[in-house]
């Protein structure tokens, strides 16, 4: 009879391993530093899957039918909100099935900014005030699983029509005024982190001792990165600089550094020939150290700019588009702002 229950007893364990493996909550993220943080959350338990990935730009991006259909199978989608990925407002209303919706841009203890204006930082299209401001969940009740209203199930067929339907969006922040690149301050990713901790844990208590542990241990990390970031900076602090887009406050926020203006309020859309005159006057007449680009962008704009000018030229990315994914990369992505700053502005 042992020789009999032996072979059961180690199939039916087998089958626990497998079922327990793929118990894993399915989750879906939208850009690489988000990704970045959600994948150290899950480090254990799973692995996120990433929508944007290499060059493509949360400003201006269309899903693929093969990402619709993850949407539609997710358990949780992360996303900073409509500020940022404007495409995906609609693919979660249709989509998303019953996932739910975290808007990190909405946790508990995340420091907002309003845009910049005036001087060399372009008009946007709404009006603001220039307080930053901490959030918390009783101001925001959309965020208590918005995914949580039974959409009917989609054929993944019917899906091509997205990819086109939510390309080269005219991104020019008009929501509400909030910069939505929170991510490039720790201090927020601290906040994230422990948003996506009680938020997995929600949904998959089983693994919730290791998503609280896992989450400590970033923030701990995130606690490292920013001291030995504003060590890095401070010989460059006060020098001035401008940069492609006004993506960059939240980290110059942080580490007590600050552009002298942007060249275009959207990435999309080229400056003016009247811009472009207004950057250069701004140049010579700050006695501008370096202007930077974008890997996601055309940089001849930044050559111009910077020829015949005592400016050298380089290159920020706020997404990280060229590191690899994965738990490391928004470390990466911070030690790469502060290396391209430090060394751009360095005498």
């Not at 364990?13 to 988000?34: C, D, H, M, N, Y």
């Not at 918390?136 to 199930?153: L, S, Y």
Request: proline content about 5%.
């Amino acid at each position: 009879m042992s020789r009999i229950l032996t072979p059961v007893l180690a199939s039916v364990s087998f089958l626990g391993l497998v079922a327990g493996a793929a118990a894993a909550p399915q989750v879906v993220t939208t850009i690489k530093p988000i990704h970045s943080l959600t994948a150290g959350v899950m480090k254990g338990v799973g692995a996120p899957t990433l929508l944007i990935e290499g060059a493509g730009s949360p400003h201006a991006y269309s899903l693929k039918p093969s990402q619709a259909a993850a949407l539609q199978d997710a358990d949780l989608i992360v996303w900073m909100g409509p500020q940022l990925e404007t495409f995906l407002t609609k693919p979660l209303e249709t989509l998303s099935g019953g996932a739910h919706t975290l808007t990190l841009a909405q946790s508990d203890g995340v420091k907002t900014l309003a845009f910049r204006e005036g001087g060399s930082f372009e008009r946007h299209s709404h009006d603001h005030d220039e307080e930053a401001h901490d959030h918390d969940h009783g101001d925001h009740e959309d965020h208590d699983h918005e995914g949580e209203h039974g959409h009917e199930a989609h054929d993944h067929s019917d899906h091509d029509e997205h990819a086109d339907e939510h390309a080269h969006h005219d991104h020019d922040h008009d929501h509400d005024g909030v910069d939505p690149h929170m991510w490039l301050d720790p201090a927020n990713a601290k906040a994230f982190v422990s948003a996506l901790a009680e938020e997995l844990s929600e949904i998959d208590p089983d693994n919730a001792a290791t998503y609280e542990a896992n989450a400590q241990a970033l923030q701990g990390r995130l606690d490292g990165l920013m001291t030995q970031v504003s060590g890095e900076l401070a010989p460059v602090q006060g020098k001035p600089f401008i940069v492609f887009h006004d993506a960059y406050q939240y980290f110059e926020n942080r580490f007590d550094i600050s552009a002298a203006g942007s060249i275009t309020v959207s990435p999309e859309r080229a400056p003016g020939a009247e811009r472009v005159a207004e950057i250069q006057h701004r140049i010579e007449e700050l006695d501008v150290s370096c202007v930077f680009s974008e890997p996601q962008f055309e940089p001849k704009i930044v050559r111009v700019l910077v020829d015949g000018t005592q400016a050298k030229a380089g290159e920020l990315d706020p997404l990280g588009a060229t590191l690899d994914a994965g738990e490391n990369q928004y470390f990466e992505l911070i030690n790469g702002l502060a290396a391209g700053l430090t060394e751009c502005l360095a005498d």
